[in-house]
């Protein structure tokens, strides 16, 4: 992908969740220094930012989903919002959402999960309507996506032996749709702040870029068609 107009964040993010992981690996006791725990949190609270580019070592699949869905839904959010609103959502989603694991679920965890499901809330509340493909085969509106993957995380907070921190996930999420919604409560602003930003869109082999009130579903979904492949 190219962003012509401006730097993005979203490759910075990546390339420390992926540095951050190979240290995981050849560093196990970076795990226990820097992974959220429940019972150190309130006196080490730098944990709640650490263990957002933390993952766990037992599976390279948590990793890779929680990067894939940055670089398709923060990618377009970024654009669509600015770096600074969307680094400010991403960032209070993931702490969010750790605050609430350490009270309603004590234990240890690691992940970008609950920032990954804020900048999903925001997605919902911005696009509802945006076609995407649920577990990359039933195409279905971001709206009916985000109830689904909630009722699951709500499900699984019925689950003893769940081993997902469902409410960090909700928390992330409850973040992002409340951004989101004060976005859209804030219209005027929002038109004006956002009439020179420019969204990429790819037709073929060649690149150009729109502004983005001139973004039409067919951009969007061309953007997408970078996570299809």
Do not use: C
Not at 79 to 104: D, E, H, N, P
């Amino acid at each position: 992908m190219n962003y012509k107009t401006r730097k993005s964040s979203i490759g910075y993010l990546l390339g420390i969740n992926a540095i951050i992981y190979i240290i995981q690996l050849l560093v196990p006791k970076f795990n226990e220094m820097f992974l959220l725990d429940s019972s150190l949190v309130w006196n080490e609270p730098w944990r709640l930012v650490t263990s957002m580019f933390m993952h766990s070592t037992l599976s390279l699949n948590h990793l890779l989903f929680n990067m894939y869905a940055l670089f398709l839904f923060g990618g377009l959010m970024e654009q669509m919002i600015g770096t600074k609103r969307f680094l400010k959502v991403y960032f209070v989603s993931g702490i969010v959402a750790g605050i609430i694991f350490s009270i309603f679920t004590p234990g240890k965890a690691v992940g970008a999960s609950g920032a990954i499901m804020g900048i999903l809330g925001l997605t919902i509340m911005l696009l509802p309507n945006m076609k995407v493909l649920f577990f990359f085969v039933i195409p279905m509106s971001m709206r009916t996506a985000g109830i689904i993957f909630a009722l699951i995380d709500i499900l699984g907070l019925f689950n003893p032996y769940s081993r997902i921190a469902n409410a960090a996930h909700l928390g992330g999420l409850v973040i992002g749709l409340l951004y989101g919604f004060y976005l859209l409560r804030q219209k005027k602003n929002f038109n004006k702040n956002f009439t020179g930003v420019q969204v990429v869109s790819h037709q073929g082999h060649n690149y150009h870029t729109k502004n983005s009130q001139e973004m039409t579903d067919e951009d969007i979904d061309n953007y997408l068609k970078y996570g299809r492949l």
